[in-house]
Each structure stands twice: as structure tokens, then as C-alpha cells.
């Protein structure tokens, strides 16, 4: 879990960050050594009531370890503890994370956009969805059933209507209800999902690009899971053509504390216009003197932010390069042959039954039993007794008319059906599909 050579690098980081400081008087500041080893024991002691994130037997919720790189990065820069409001609080931290955002929008397409690191995704998407409404004043938000709770929660603190639509056999969003929605004249802006949270599915961006010729309104990219996956090579053709469509969205929402390696929180917004910062515009009479360059702070609706999530993200964009082919990308490779690995084989077991091919690197599948409510059943129960052999997995409810087609003799007795769900984040996974189908069938008998 800890290796000697991270503290290593970071105590020589240290030293070459201080070099930059040695011509200050010299300053110390005290503090009861002793004092400090025991609150910090005592700390160590209570962080041990946690699930092995880092490991790959933990296969549950979206959790992945940040790379070494971001956590040394990270800690060194939280000696001059930056804030990335404005360049009086973290000038070199501000700079670095320009650049961060410029590398990103080129992942997409973009050369020139509008945008900043957050404290996660739904801050950027509160920030797609509140530019949103000051285009189109008053008009309704549309996202598909799958998509992320917090489009609609957003769409309420906004004060603007929101609607959800259906989704087809895939988990996908619907495109046919969104016309539906679209011929009533007044819908805004579409969210489109870019790997939804639950199922991994990818919403037909292509498809909704044609509606907007037609009927003309927003769309937002909430690719805060899947966003990075345009840079992988291993992609079905359909799900390659609608991430290559990405350069076509108005505002795009990733997540770099996801797929990006990245400590919590680390969210980012781009906008594909750059002039919707007008929209942000705001004066302080009293702080930032320093520097009459555009700051963060004019571009956010989060003041104070951590500089040293741009610090972390720019060595890490340093060191793995956001490019196809390059290590990076290979790693999201890795992950999206765990999750197609794990769905063959549980398509084999006599106890198990896997849903929808995998799109990305999630997989759901379900316990096999006589009835939906003896299903959600055992799924639960194989969920706690995995837990108790360090297999940590997730769960999830879905639609008895959703899960269905793949459990045709299944009698249903209930609206919903409790399934598990792993999502393979880490490309170690690969290596451990077996043993993770061991301990399920294990679980299972």
C-alpha cells in the first residue's frame, strides 16, 4: 500500500521547492513532535475502518487510486497551500492549471475553451447547467432516466424545469423521447450522458446533434466518469464515432479524480464558447490587486479552490500525456478488457447472469434465482458475504423492464431487481478477473 519510494521522491521535491524560498529570513515554525505522532497514530488507526480502494479485489463503486505522481505533487505543493481563486492566492498554481484545462479541451477537439478545475462534478455541472440557463432563460433541462441524480437536484436549485426520458434496451438515452419533449418548444438544453454512473452506457450523441439542427437548444456533455475513454483505441465503432462528436457539444463536465488518476476533489467545466464568461463577470473592490490578468475567480462560481489539484493534474498530464496510444490511454485499454473479461466469463457461471456487453469498463449482472424478488435476494446476500472475503462490490435497483430481456425465465414478483455491479477502474483488474469470478461463485454456492 505505501512504498518508501513516493516519501522518497516527495522529501526531494520538498528540497527543491525551498530552494525557491531560501533567500527569506530564516523562520521556523514549533510544534510538540510527540504531540503530533500520537494525534497522527490515533488518525492512522481510525483511516483503517475503510475499504481497500486501492486494491483490486475492491471492485465496487468508481474508486480509483491516484497515480503517484498526483499524490507527491499534491502533498509538496501543500507547503505554500495555493488557492487557485485568483493569482494573488497560488500564481504558479493558477498558471499550471490553465494549462491543464487547455490539454483537456484538446482532448476534445477545442483550441480555445472556457474553463476551470472543480470540487468534483456536480460543481460542474451545476456551472454547465446555471450557463445553460442564462442562454435560455426559464427552459427545461432534459436527461435520460440513467443519467446522473444531480441534473435534476441541480435543475431545481436553479429553478429551472426538468424533465427525464426513458431509456432504450442499452441503458441509453432515448433520442425518440427527447423529439417528443422537443416538439413542445420548451426545452433548452439536452445532457447528454457520456457513460452513465449506473450502467456505463453512452448516450447517441450523434443522434442528438441532428435533433438540434431541427429544433435548436444546448447540449451538455456530462462525461465526469467516461470522459477520458476517447483516448482509447479499444472502443466499439459506434461509441468511438460519439465521442469523436464531442467537439460539437457546447460544454463538457470530466472528472480527473475519476479515470484521471487524480486525489478528491478534482472536477473540471469547459465551455466550447469562451465568451460565456461574460456570464460570470463580477467585481470585489477590495482583494485582488496584483495582477490585472483574468483570474480564476472571474470564470467560477466557487470562490476559494485547492491549487494543488492543478498541481497534481499538470504533473500527471506531465508525466502521461493525453494522447491515443500513449500510456494513459493504454491503460483505459486494460480496463475495458477487465470489464469485457469479467462479462464473458460470468456468462459462463451456473450462479450468474451479466446484463448489457459492457460499453465502458462497467459490468452488472445478476444472481441467478427462480423469481426478481428471490434474485435481489441472494444478490444482497452474495453482496455481504464477498464483503466478508475482502471482494468488495457495489449494488444496483433497476427496472424489472430493463433488466428483463436478459433474464427471459425469470418470474417477476416486483417493479425492481437488485443486481450487482463492478466497475473495473484499475488496469490490474485484468489480471484478477479470475480471481474475482472464483470468490463470486464461491459466494454464490
Known amino acids: 500500500m505505501i512504498d518508501k519510494r513516493e516519501l522518497e521522491l516527495l522529501q526531494g521535491a520538498l528540497a527543491k521547492l525551498a530552494i525557491g524560498f531560501s533567500n527569506l529570513p530564516d523562520f521556523e515554525e514549533d ?13 492512522a488507526e481510525r483511516m483503517q475502518d475503510n475499504y481497500p480502494y486501492f486494491h483490486p479485489q475492491y471492485a465496487g463503486q468508481m474508486l480509483k487510486p491516484p497515480h503517484p505522481v498526483a499524490r507527491i505533487a499534491y502533498a509538496m505543493s501543500l507547503w505554500i497551500n495555493p ?5 494573488d492566492g497560488g500564481r504558479a498554481s493558477s498558471a499550471m492549471e490553465k494549462e491543464c484545462i487547455v490539454e483537456l479541451g484538446t482532448m476534445f477537439g477545442w483550441t480555445d475553451p ?10 460542474a455541472n451545476l456551472e454547465a447547467l446555471w450557463v445553460a440557463g442564462r442562454m435560455h432563460p426559464g427552459k ?4 435520460a432516466t440513467q443519467a446522473h441524480y444531480t441534473h435534476s437536484r441541480l435543475s431545481e436549485v436553479l429553478g429551472l424545469p426538468f424533465s427525464a426520458v426513458g431509456v432504450s434496451n442499452d441503458g441509453r438515452m432515448d433520442a425518440a423521447a427527447v423529439e417528443t419533449l422537443l416538439q413542445l418548444g420548451d426545452v433548452g438544453t439536452v445532457v447528454v450522458t457520456m457513460g452513465n454512473t449506473g450502467l456505463g452506457a453512452v448516450d447517441p450523441l450523434l443522434e442528438i446533434l441532428r435533433l438540434r439542427d431541427k429544433y435548436k437548444f444546448r447540449i451538455h456533455a456530462d462525461a465526469a466518469y467516461g470522459g477520458y475513454f476517447g483516448l482509447s483505441n479499444a472502443l466499439s465503432d459506434a461509441t468511438s464515432q460519439a465521442y469523436a462528436a464531442l467537439n460539437h457539444v457546447d460544454s463538457i463536465v470530466i472528472d480527473p479524480h ?7 476533489g478534482c472536477g473540471c467545466i469547459l465551455f466550447k464558447d469562451p465568451s460565456v464568461g461574460r456570464l460570470y463577470k463580477h467585481g470585489s473592490p477590495y482583494t485582488y490587486f496584483s495582477s490585472a490578468e483574468l483570474h480564476l475567480g ?8 485547492p491549487g494543488a489539484s492543478a498541481v497534481a493534474l499538470w504533473a500527471t498530464q506531465r508525466l502521461l500525456p493525453l494522447v491515443k496510444g500513449g500510456e494513459f490511454a493504454s491503460d483505459l485499454d486494460e480496463c475495458l478488457s477487465a470489464a469485457r473479461a469479467l462479462h464473458h466469463r460470468l456468462g459462463a457461471s451456473d450462479f ?11 459490468v452488472v449482472y445478476a444472481a441467478n434465482a427462480p423469481t426478481t424478488t428471490a434474485a435481489s435476494k441472494l444478490a444482497r446476500d452474495i453482496f455481504d458475504r464477498a464483503a466478508s472475503r475482502d471482494l468488495h462490490l457495489a449494488l444496483i435497483e433497476l427496472p424489472v423492464s430493463l433488466a428483463k430481456q436478459w433474464l427471459p425465465d425469470i418470474s417477476v414478483d416486483s417493479e425492481t431487481v437488485t443486481c450487482l455491479r463492478s466497475v473495473l477502474m484499475k488496469p490490474a483488474h485484468k489480471e484478477w478477473v479470475e480471481r474475482i469470478v472464483q470468490l463470486l461463485e464461491e459466494c454464490a454456492a
Not at 488557492?83 to 493569482?87: I, K, P, Q, T, Y
Not at 472556457?114 to 460543481?123: A, E, I, K, R, V
Not at 450468474?352 to 462497467?362: A, N, R, V, Y
Open 298 to 305: 472571474e470564470i467560477s462560481l466557487e470562490c476559494s479552490r
Open 140 to 143: 427545461r433541462i432534459i436527461a
Open 114 to 123: 472556457l474553463g476551470h478545475l472543480s470540487g468534483g462534478g456536480t460543481m
Open 258 to 264: 475519476k479515470h484521471g488518476l487524480q486525489p478528491y
Open 83 to 87: 488557492n487557485n481563486h485568483a493569482l
Open 31 to 43: 510544534f510538540d513532535e510527540d504531540a503530533l505522532a500520537s494525534v497522527l497514530g490515533e488518525a
Open 352 to 362: 450468474f447472469t451479466p446484463l448489457m456487453q459492457p460499453e465502458l469498463d462497467i
